[in-house]
């Protein structure tokens, strides 16, 4: 057990429709990164927040957003689904973003678009 | 921007043999961290061993060892005494230094590792 939780596990919707992916950090931990892992593209990182404050970004859609709390917990939405969007999203946490600190990685939102 | 390249989409093993998985990666920058992920059938993301480049010394976890090669940019996993749970799919991963652009983890594609018994 990571100590990083993520919920749903499972989520099945239809093209069009908006979800919210759900992450709690390790306790202690600031920084939250979030990841896509699709056949196509790969594990692919989105963005990145650092105690409330988004620190770094990646390949993230427009349609998707994030944020993080003030507890720390993070969520990541995404909006007008696409089929392509179907895939494994992880949410991971670390302790501080500047330090030699590893990823600790929830159990991943398995998103399916019908 | 910086690529990691693992060129072996599969592999196997017998139980209880040596096994190698290889890796590199094409960065500019001088310091950075370097890491081997694994993930079994059941999707967890499991952190199996990490290498700072500025140290010399090859990282080594119980049976899990690499071989860093700096000048070559290359950063193995050796999987000693294969056991059938090793079976999964192995990612290497990069990651920039404290004070880089980011913090983010960069993936390669993976390899699917099997144990046979």
């Known amino acids: 057990d990571s100590g990083v939780t993520q919920t749903p596990k499972h989520l099945i919707t239809a093209t069009g429709q908006r979800v919210t992916l759900r992450c709690s950090p390790r306790?202690?931990?600031?920084?939250v990164y979030w990841y896509q892992q699709s056949l196509d593209q790969g594990l692919q990182f989105l963005i990145q927040?650092?105690?409330?404050?988004?620190?770094a970004k990646g390949n993230i859609l427009e349609r998707f957003s994030a944020q993080q709390f003030p507890d720390l917990h993070s969520e990541l939405n995404l909006s007008s689904l696409e089929l392509g969007d179907s895939a494994l999203y992880f949410c991971?946490?670390?302790?501080?973003?500047?330090?030699?600190?590893?990823?600790?990685f929830g159990d991943g939102t398995r998103l399916s678009i019908l | 921007a910086q690529t990691v390249t693992q060129s072996q989409p599969e592999m196997s093993v017998q139980e209880a043999e040596t096994v190698t998985l290889s890796c590199t990666y094409d960065?500019?920058?001088?310091?950075?961290?370097l890491f081997w992920y694994k993930q079994p059938p059941s999707r967890q993301m499991i952190l199996v061993i990490r290498?700072?480049?500025?140290?010399?010394q090859n990282a080594t976890e119980n049976r899990f060892s690499v071989n860093f090669q700096k000048a070559a940019k290359s950063f193995s996993l050796k999987i000693s005494d294969s056991q059938l749970g090793d079976a999964a799919m192995y990612f290497c991963?990069?990651?920039?230094?404290?004070?880089?652009?980011?913090?983010?983890?960069?993936f390669g594609k993976g390899t699917l590792l099997t144990v046979n018994p």
């Open positions: 306790s202690g931990d600031l920084s």
């Open positions: 991971a946490s670390s302790v501080h973003s500047g330090l030699n600190q590893p990823q600790h």
């Open positions: 290498q700072e480049a500025y140290k010399q």
């Open positions: 927040y650092y105690n409330g404050e988004e620190r």
């Open positions: 960065t500019s920058e001088s310091d950075y961290y």
């Open positions: 991963a990069y990651r920039a230094t404290p004070g880089g652009s980011n913090y983010k983890l960069t």
